[in-house]
């Protein structure tokens, strides 16, 4: 029998389980706030129950994703600022769900740290929950797991889970109804996005600047606020136009690959995208990032999304309408070009960014 002066406990190996306790505590009205028609908002049991009935959903397909927020989330562990990294694990998700038509219904997290602070963990879920409302779904559940000796103390990460639904015959792309001539509009962005932070991580060591230094690009915010800016959730002007009649065929959520890799997945093989590249709003941050890191406007338009978070395509005759609907929503709607026979790529860019 082994000696109790040597015998050890779970919190001896680094996991405390009334920290994870605690944690729960501080997230439950959190949680709560995101309560919706089909889930109940609470947390607690073995699982999430979400009912499709009581949502209003007659023949509902299913469509799930799932991501992460990438290195930004060592800006906010570096700045210690973790308030607004949940929304860039909401938003991540759910604009990938709405660009198949799909409304948004429930989420789940995945927090990994190697050493539990309930009170950033709790910040970490303020914002996921605010994500969640943001986007109309419920927080269904999560898991928070510390794991001392796979992270070092201090370090975490972040995943997202987002389970969405569309009446069958609904979802798009509608590519059969994609022809030569339909216009592609783009909705701007609100900074960075959640892509790229590798490039920018090394950027901002190239620099020789702090996070807590005054941002060169942005007056009145320091250089980690900044490029903490979270990810824009447009769920709900667009699940508004689309059920509105805006004539929406097709979206393309601009995450990583930028233009280049994003807008070819929703077009079929016959057609391809031309961008001006002149109607493009590029806003500071991406000029800074490519004048202080030597990146040639092609590979920021690989990289980033450059001012355009998301894709529209409509009919020429709904163009005008679909621009409307989205901008009385909220929405900054730019007109980009339009779709055209492929010879080629799927996207060709006409003109320059405006990287000045």
């Not at 979400?50 to 799930?64: M, Q, R, S, W």
């Not at 022809?179 to 509009?185: M, P, Q, S, Y």
């Not at 800074?288 to 590979?299: M, N, T």
Request: charged letters at 20%; proline letters at 5%.
């Amino acid at each position: 029998m082994a000696d109790q002066r040597d015998s050890l406990t779970y919190r001896d190996a680094g996991v405390d389980i009334d920290a994870g306790n605690e944690m729960v505590r501080r997230i439950k009205p959190h949680v709560r706030s995101t309560t919706r028609k089909g889930a109940d908002g609470e947390i607690g049991g073995f699982g999430g129950l979400f009912d499709l009935k009581a949502a209003g959903f007659a023949d509902p397909i299913l469509v799930a994703a799932n991501d992460g927020v990438g290195t930004k989330v060592k800006i906010a562990i570096e700045t210690g600022r973790h308030a607004t990294i949940g929304i860039d694990l909401v938003a991540m998700c759910v604009n990938d769900l709405v660009v198949q038509g799909a409304e948004p219904l429930l989420f789940l997290d995945y927090y990994a740290t190697g050493h539990l602070d309930p009170e950033e963990g709790a910040a970490i879920v303020e914002g996921i929950a605010a994500g969640c409302r943001m986007a109309g779904c419920a927080l269904l559940g999560g898991e928070t797991a510390e794991m001392p000796g796979l992270y070092a103390k201090g370090d975490y990460d972040l995943a997202g889970f987002a389970v969405g639904a569309a009446e069958r015959g609904t979802l798009l792309p509608q590519t059969e109804r994609l022809v030569a001539g339909d216009v592609i509009l783009g909705l701007a962005s609100s900074g960075v996005h959640s892509n790229g932070y590798s490039l920018v991580r090394r950027i901002v060591e190239r620099s020789g600047l702090s996070y807590d230094a005054p941002a060169p690009f942005e007056a009145g915010r320091s250089l980690g606020d900044a490029l903490l800016e979270p990810t824009r959730i447009y769920v709900k002007p667009l699940i508004e136009a689309i059920r509105g009649g805006a004539g929406i065929k097709a979206l393309a959520h601009i995450t990583g690959g930028g233009f280049t890799e994003n807008i070819p997945r929703v077009l079929p093989d016959h057609l391809a995208a031309e961008i001006d590249l002149f109607a493009v709003p590029v806003p500071p941050v991406f000029s800074w990032l490519a004048k202080i890191g030597g990146v040639p406007a092609p590979e920021m338009l690989r990289t980033f999304n450059c001012g355009i978070g998301m894709i529209v395509v409509t009919s020429a005759a709904d163009a005008a309408n679909a621009s409307a609907m989205l901008a009385e929503a909220g929405e900054t709607v730019v007109p980009l070009g339009r779709l055209s026979p492929r010879e080629g790529a799927g996207v060709t860019f006409n003109g320059e960014l405006a990287l000045s």
